[in-house]
């Protein structure tokens, strides 16, 4: 069975950091576009970061200059560094990847996704 599974949700003060991780199992990811999004209740899904299997990046402009995304594929993981959080961060992050194809859409498999709490 093909899975990711984020990790590293919590609480967290405003202007503070947290890593989410995104562990993926039942294939390899390492040739796959890697992604965060993010879903606030009563708000619609939203782009948050990718990587490609070249390590080629982009960025929400919400988070753009704050938040980092990385891989490491011998671990078949990706991860979400989010730095100087504030309470509009506040949302159910989730990990998704893919084949080719646009870094905003169109990917196949996701994960359950992992609470961020910000508080204000």
């Known amino acids: 069975q093909v899975q990711l599974v984020e990790s590293g949700g919590g609480l967290v003060q405003a202007g503070g950091s947290l890593r989410l991780s995104c562990a993926g199992s039942g294939r390899t990811f390492s040739t796959d576009v890697m992604a965060w999004f993010r879903q606030a209740p009563g708000k619609e899904r939203e782009f948050v970061a990718a990587i490609t299997w070249t390590t080629t990046t982009f960025y929400a402009d919400s988070v753009k200059g704050r938040f980092t995304i990385s891989r490491d594929n011998a671990k078949n993981t990706a991860y979400l560094q989010m730095n100087n959080l504030n309470f509009e961060d506040t949302a159910v992050y989730y990990c998704?990847?893919?084949?080719?194809?646009?870094?905003?859409?169109?990917?196949?498999?996701w994960g359950q996704g992992t609470q961020v709490t910000v508080s204000s």
């Open positions: 998704a990847a893919g084949l080719a194809g646009s870094p905003y859409s169109s990917y196949q498999f």
